[in-house]
Every structure is written in C-alpha cells, then in structure tokens.
C-alpha cells in the first residue's frame, strides 16, 4: 500500500491534462460507519501501474478529479480490511458507496480478529476502536485513560480540561462519579468495542455538558451463540481481581446479549499533607499541621447487564435492557498521623485520627425502546422510557487522640454518622429521524423526572454512649423535572458538510433542607444551539468551525449539605445553594492529509462548579466546599497525529497547550476575590506493534504527561505515566493471554496546592498507579459470530454526585 501511495505522488504532476471527469463516493464498513484514512486508487485498467488516487476524509468521502470518461479499475484498501475493487466509469455520475468486510481469520470454529487500535475521525467526533486488541485488557477504567484526548483525574473524567457525560451505548449513565469509577473498574475492558469522543454533540444530546464519551460494548449480529469467559489479576500494593463472563445469542426475531463480572479489589492511598494557620493579622504563623493520610479500601462489586432486542416485523423492532451494579459491604480504613508545630517550628503535640467507613450501593437501570421505520428511506421513529434507582447507606465511625510530645493525652473526640440517599429518575424520549432536502433532520422532546431524598443522623461518643447532634444531621430532598425539545438538520453542500441545531430546556427545582432551614426553588427556561461546519478544500486539507451552549447543572450529591469527615478538622460539605453554569465553547479546526489534526478552542463558562478549599485560621479546621466561582476561562491549541508509520507499528499522537484562568469569591479571606491561573501543556502518546508475521503477538506502549492545572483554587502540578502491554493469542485463535504494567516509573503522582491571600494547604496524592496486570480470556461456542455494539443506560444518574 505504502509503495502504490508513493507511485501516486510520483505520477500526480503528470496528470495535469484537459480532463473534467470526476469519481467519487463514501467508503463505508459493514455497519454502515464511515471509513477515515481508506486508500482509494485508480488504475488504466487490472493489473497495470496506480496513476491517481485519493484517502478518505473524516466522513469516509472522496473525490479524485481531472479523469477521462473510461472505465477504470479502483481499488479501495484499508489496514484491517478486505481490499475491494470495481470497475467505475466517470461518465456515470452516480455517487459510489463502498464496504469494505473486516479482514477476519477463521480457525477451527474460532474467529478471533487481532489488530492495532484504529481511530477513525467524523464531524465533532473522534471514534477509537479497540475490540480484540491488546490495549482493550483489564478494566474499562484503564481503558479510558489511554483513549486519545481523555485526562483521568482521580475519579474525573474530562475531555479539553472539563468534565464530560458518560454514555454507555448512546445513553447516558447515571451514577455518581465514585461510582462511576468502580462501575468502569467492573467492567471488562475486553468486552467494549469502541469509545466515542464527542467534543461538539449535536442538539439531540442533552444539553448538559460540553463533551460526551460514548463506551459502546459487543452483541451479536449472526445467528447462533458465543460466549466467552475472563479473569485479570492485577498487583500493586496490594492484590486485585475480575471475573467476567459474556454471552451472545440470536435467531430470527430475538438478539440477546448478557453479561456479568465480579471484581474482589483492595486499594491504596497514602497522602502527605501540609496546613499552615495564620494569627488574626492574616500574615504571621500560628502554626504548622503535617500529617500523614493512609486509606485501605475493601471492595466486591458485582455487575451485570441484559439487552433483549426482538424484531416484531420488518418495521418493528423492542429493545428490554437491564443493567444492576451492586457493591456490598464497602469499607474504607483511614488511619492519619500528624504532628502539630508552633510558630517557632517546635514540635507542639501529636494526634492520631482512625477512621471507618461501610458503605453500601445499589443502582438498578430498566429501559424498554421501541424503533418503527416509516418507510424504505431512512425515516424512523424511537420512543424510549428508563427507570433508575439508586440507593446508598454509609455509616463512618471517628475516634482522634491529642497528645502532647511525651506521649500524655490531652483531648480525644470521637464521633458516629449514619447516611443514607436514595433516588428515583425516570425519562421518557422520543426522537424522529427523515431524509429532507437531502439532508439528515431530526427532532424530538424528552422529559426527565428526579426525585432524591438524603439522611444524616450525627452522634457525638461520649463515655462510650453515643449522643445525637440535631446541629449537625439533616433531611434533604431535592426534586428536579427537565422538559426538552429539538431540532437538528446536517446536510452536504458541495464542500461544505454543515450540521445545525438548537435544543430549549425548561427546568423546575425544589431543594429543601430541613436543618439549616433552607429551600432551594429554581424556574427557568434556556436556549442551547450548537452548530458546526467542515470545508473540504481538498483530499489534503479539511477546514472546521464550531459553537456548542451547554449547562453543567449541580450534582445531586454536591447539593446535599451533608459532612464527609476526613479527621474532624478535615471535613468535606456540600452546598444546597449551587445554580447552574452556563458554559460557551468556540472552536476551530484543520486536518492535514488526514494524519495532522490542528485544532484551537476557547471556553467561558459563567458561574462555573467547583471544589473550593477553605481553612478556617481562628478554629484551625479546613473545609472543602461546592460551589458557583465567579468564572472560568480556557484557551487551547490541541495537535493530533495518527498513522501507521510501518506494516508493524501504528501510532497516535495528542498534544494541547492551554492557558486557564478562573476567579472566585476569598470568603476566609479579608480579600474579596481571587484570581487563579496557569499556562499548562498536556501530551499523550500510544504505540501499536505487531511483534509476530501471524499477528498473534502484540504490543502497546503508552505515555502521557500532564504539565500544571488548576480547579477551583487548587493548583495540580506535573504527573507523568509509562505503560506498557503485550497480548498473545493461543491454541489456534481460541484463547488470549495479556500481560502489562501501568506506570512503570511510578510517577503518576499528584501534588495539589492551595496557596493564597491567608491559605497554605497542600498534599501529596500517592496512590495505586504502578502495577503489573496479567489477563486471560477463552472464547467457546461458534465464535464465527460477529460482533456489534451497545449499551443502555439513560442521563440524568450521572448527577447522583
């Protein structure tokens, strides 16, 4: 392929003669999605010399011009794919469409596809295809921090430095982003075939964020049955295990899919941590806490998913899904050694804080879907309706010990919290799709509907009988009911591929929290349009513009004013007051030869979510806080590459250099605001290698650097990761063993500061990120089945925290 490219080049200048015929057309795969970086090349007739050709655009369209009215042979290629040819006349106007099959060995009753992850570009959306590679081991958490453009901070997932919405199989997840995190830890990675990068969603998405990751997972789409089953073990500090199995099975009317995983973990975390106090004129020292922060957490989540898709007839199909994740009994043990000083830096006592937390979660998902096609072009109507229940109780016990440095008690608080949250959410949609104009136009309405109720009943231990605080335990209910309409329409004009839309939301909130008398009632109605362009100039070079308006509203769990006590001068709180933020989000951008991506953003949110630290000098006690800051501002250039550079090895490449700027109200401090920003550069790149001529021995290696951040008013210094990975098929394709470690120089690292006006906080996050991961997965049944994608779940659980 590379020597017939090189040919290209060489005989372009060539033909430069009085011809005017052009072909063209979009190269597709079987499921219909367009085909990026597929070669297309033209040739005098069978078997002669390629003289003209073309790669396909984003979109999988190309145009090769400047051709006579003859037949020619074309040929049409793409790594991983069969090569497809056909006899094609300029003459005939018609505008092709070409799939190309899969390139699938068969052994025995086995098929088992072993390639390099492929990325494959569309209009505001980057598609990385990972099934059946060695990237796509252990946990689809891991998997998502080597997805190009995708930062994993703790457990936030974010997508051009803001926080994005998960969807599993075009609907969205709703969950809170801890148990988000372990739902993605739960999750065989080998299970997903693709992940879908949206960084400018349509107005069919909700409007709520500026980005969309889209995991979608396998089903079947040939008769018979397959199943397949896994384990991973990974060893960090300590050990940690998955059990999966997966099943597939279809006839002519019903499609099922099911799944299920266990996954036994012990994690953790160790903190150093730095508070300075300040005396009452706000320069001077008070004193100085350094402690020392372990935390071992205890874990079992089960989780299990169920599509059930029956064709009714030719027109009518339903879809039943199910998902349940269920994590009983999980514990957190956090043990923290301190030593306070005084102004003099002399050693003033000593505390020791052990703290224990159970938790228990269960989040249940239905959705039922019914699809009718109107007619033979294109025109559907989906009606959909989800249910979600989540449910968590969490009891934390407290006991603290001051003493002096000779090892003399001096004060010892001890205390008891029981919570417990539960939520119902329910959505209806329905969504209409038609050809018009020759262009796609969609419209729909969807109606959400949430309704949570959260307790805390806080008891002081004194003697060893528990006390119950009213001060500090609240009731909390929060109501929400989201009424959506929209209108989107995309067409090609010519070089121009243009996609427009606008989408209304109305909003009605009741918060009310029972102890600090406070009721949170909010009415509003917005306008959400986004709208974006490509202009093809050429084969070479592909120019973009877009806009998107969002919201980021309030996450439940950060509206309930409820206290996570880290020690008992360590308290985390949220805030019944939070609004939403209104977020703007330009861009533009520019594709190279489909290789070289340029791209350049800038982003003003209004009244922005954020995590604030705040000590308080005169009690000597820190708490971090939700709230609306004042503003936030972020300018970006992003650069991405993508190429197999040899038969053997495929590369990706995605740099961004950012400036961001935010400002929010000082309230501990006499300064009314402050201003927070950074310049920061963020780099990640990932290598595919085959290592054997059969393609059954893989390799991926993995690097990303991220230089300084900011969020809220914490500073986040550098963090850089190594990773590698191998993957090895056995006993004729049935069966595959992977073998891996993630950060291999342990240098994944975060140190967080909050350094201004009269506050000096900091720490020193340290946790599981170098670890060695070994993998085994057995295919059985009639393997020869292949796979599609898909998960449900809707979008509102996702605000849960």
């Not at 290629?77 to 040819?85: L, P, Q, R, V």
């Not at 988000?180 to 299970?191: F, G, H, I, T």
């Not at 501002?633 to 495929?650: A, G, K, M, P, T």
Request: hydrophobic content about 35%.
């Amino acid at each position: 392929m590379r020597n017939r490219f090189l040919l290209l080049l060489l005989f372009f200048p060539l033909a430069l003669f009085s011809q005017d015929a052009t072909i063209e057309g979009q190269v597709v795969d079987e499921e219909n999605n367009p085909l990026s970086y597929a070669t297309v090349l033209i040739y005098e007739k069978e078997g002669s010399q390629a003289f003209k050709g073309a790669v396909t655009d984003d979109s999988g369209n190309f145009i090769i011009s400047e051709l006579n009215k003859q037949d020619y042979f074309v040929e049409f290629s793409m790594i991983g794919f069969s090569t497809a040819s056909k006899t094609i006349n300029p003459s005939n106007s018609d505008i092709q469409k070409i799939t190309l099959i899969e390139n699938i060995e068969e052994l025995d009753e086995t098929i088992i596809l072993v390639k390099a992850p492929n990325i494959r570009r569309e209009p505001g959306k980057l598609v990385f295809n990972v099934e059946n590679t060695s990237i796509s081991t252990g946990d689809a958490y891991n998997l998502l921090r080597k997805t190009p453009g995708v930062l994993v901070i703790g457990d936030d997932i974010q997508i051009k430095n803001s926080s994005s919405i998960i969807y599993l199989n075009n609907k969205r997840v709703y969950l809170t982003s801890t148990e988000l995190a372990s739902l993605l830890k739960s999750m065989d990675a080998s299970s997903i075939k693709a992940i879908e990068v949206i960084t400018n969603p349509s107005a069919k998405y909700d409007a709520e964020g500026s980005s969309v990751l889209n995991i979608i997972t396998s089903k079947a789409i040939s008769i018979g049955y397959k199943g397949s089953v896994n384990a991973t073990w990974e060893q960090a500090t300590f050990s940690k295990y998955l059990f999966g199995t997966s099943h597939f099975y279809k006839n002519d009317w019903l499609n099922l899919y099911g799944n299920y995983s266990y996954s036994p973990r012990k994690e953790y975390k160790q903190d150093d941590n730095f508070i300075r106090f300040f005396n009452p004129d706000n320069t001077s020292t008070k004193s100085i806490w350094e402690s020392d922060f372990e935390k071992v957490t205890h874990s079992n989540a089960h989780q299990a998913n169920v599509i059930l898709d029956f064709t009714l007839n030719e027109n009518n199909t339903l879809s039943f899904s199910s998902t349940a994740m269920i994590s009983p009994n999980k514990t957190f043990d956090n043990n923290v050694d301190g030593e306070i000083f005084d102004a003099q830096q002399q050693l003033d006592s000593v505390f020791t804080t052990l703290s224990y937390l159970e938790n228990d979660s269960a989040n249940l998902s239905f959705n039922l879907e019914h699809q009718i096609d109107l007619d033979e072009e294109g025109t559907t109507l989906n009606t959909s309706v989800n249910y979600i229940n989540y449910d968590r109780e969490q009891s934390q016990e407290l006991n603290t010990d001051y003493n002096l440095p000779t090892g003399e008690l001096i004060n010892n608080i001890e205390f008891f919290t029981d919570a417990n949250q539960d939520s119902d959410i329910f959505t209806g949609q329905t969504d209409f799709k038609k050809i018009l104009g020759g262009g796609d136009f969609e419209t729909g309405l969807k109606y959400s509907y949430i309704n949570t109720e959260s307790s805390l009943d806080f008891f002081n231990i004194v003697n060893d009988v528990p006390e119950f605080v009213e001060v500090n335990s609240d009731l909390f209910g929060y109501a929400e009911s989201i009424y959506a309409g929209y209108i989107n329409y995309a067409k090609k004009f010519g070089k121009w591929n243009i996609n427009a839309g606008l989408r209304g939301e109305h909003t009605d909130v009741k918060g009310d929290s029972k102890s600090l008398g406070i009721i949170n009632n909010q009415d509003y109605f917005d306008l959400f349009p986004s709208v974006s362009a490509l202009f093809h100039q050429n084969d070479d070079n592909v120019f973009g513009i877009s806009y998107r308006r969002s919201v980021e509203r309030p996450r439940y769990q950060s509206l309930n004013p409820f206290s996570y006590f880290i020690t008992e001068n360590i308290v985390n709180n949220g805030n019944p007051n939070l609004v939403p933020s209104i977020k703007n989000k330009y861009m533009l951008s520019y594709s190279l030869k489909n290789k070289w991506t340029f791209e350049a953003y800038y982003i003003y949110k209004k009244d922005p979510l954020a995590v604030l630290s705040f000590q308080d000098n005169e009690n000597s006690t820190t708490q971090n806080l939700d709230a609306n800051i004042i503003s936030d501002i972020n300018y970006s250039l992003d650069v991405s590459y993508v190429s197999s550079l040899y038969s053997w090895w495929f590369l990706w490449m995605y740099t961004s250099g950012y400036y961001v700027e935010n400002e929010f109200l000082a309230v501990a401090s006499p300064q009314e605001t402050y201003k927070n920003d950074t310049f920061g550069f963020y780099v990640q790149m990932y290598s595919g290698f085959t290592l054997s001529k059969d393609g059954s021995f893989t390799s991926d290696v993995n690097l990303e650097y991220t230089s300084d951040r900011i969020v809220g008013s914490l500073d986040l210094k550098n963090q850089f990761e190594f990773s590698v990975s191998f993957r090895k098929s056995l006993w004729n394709n049935r069966a595959s063993i992977t073998m891996g470690v993630d950060d291999i120089f342990d240098t994944n690292n975060i140190q967080v500061t909050s350094n201004y006006y009269n506050q000096d906080n900091s720490y020193f996050a340290k946790f599981e990120s170098r670890l060695f991961r070994l993998g085994f997965k057995y295919n059985f049944g009639n393997y020869k089945l292949r796979n599609k994608t898909r998960i449900n779940k809707t979008s509102e659980e996702q605000r849960l925290d």
